[in-house]
């Protein structure tokens, strides 16, 4: 089973796709948690400790791996053929295997061809080929659709909080998901903290989109101030169980 998370920036949605993955945890054999987030915090999230996250290299740096499968010197293969060693390229943390795809290009660095072509073929064998669960921390916005990473997830998660710019940048994702062929999206609701923000998020949209509502947490809030967070325990994962059961019935009892 495939998952996207999406949404605006600051609804929460690392902190959602941490708690997913450490409920799946519980009742899946392996799941792949995958941070397409430039800025990389979803390490910290599921709870792997700053000196290991600072020491984990992103896909797009390991060079060596890149030009093995992809080719050396002027031309690089469009498809490269990656082999079952998917695990040679994440962080093991129990029975969660951590990849970090990148960070943000810094101004006047070197094309990342070579490296985004083996990151989308990467990206494929994950979302196509495995059987585990994948838990995908999409960056924030919708800027990631338009390069396909995206596409053949079983399910796409749009995280909102109860604000008019969060819904707004939830239904542009939305369409850009459909235009991909991507028809199974479903809204989260976080951050809500009265009946009236509720009521304004079900009104926002079509009836059956709202998967579930999660309670505002000061803990949870609290806890961004601390270096290494692991918010994604506790009462929020509590409630992620019961999201996570409304998604194995949504995708079909995988």
Known sequence: MKLAIS???????????AALVKSFA???????????????????????PGDEAANIKPVVEMRDKIRAVSGGGAFYVLNPKLDDSIDDYCHARGNIRFMRMGDVKKGGSEC?????????????????????VVVMDMGAGIEHLSRGTARGVDLMLVVVEPSRNSINTARNVMSMAQDLGINNIKIIANKIRSDKEKEFIEKSFQPGEVLGFLAFNNT????????DSNAAGGELLVGMREVREKILREVGGQ
Not at 7 to 17: E, L, R, S
Not at 125 to 132: F, I, Q, T
């Open 112 to 132: 990342y061809c070579r490296e985004n072509t083996f990151l989308s073929a990467l990206l494929s064998s994950l979302l196509l080929d495995k059987d585990e």
């Open 7 to 17: 949404g605006k920036g600051g609804v929460g949605k690392t902190t959602i796709a």
């Open 220 to 227: 949870i809030w609290e806890s961004g101030m601390e270096p």
């Open 26 to 48: 519980e009742t899946h054999q392996t799941v792949y948690a995958i941070d397409a987030d430039p800025d990389a915090c979803l390490a910290a999230a599921v709870g792997i």
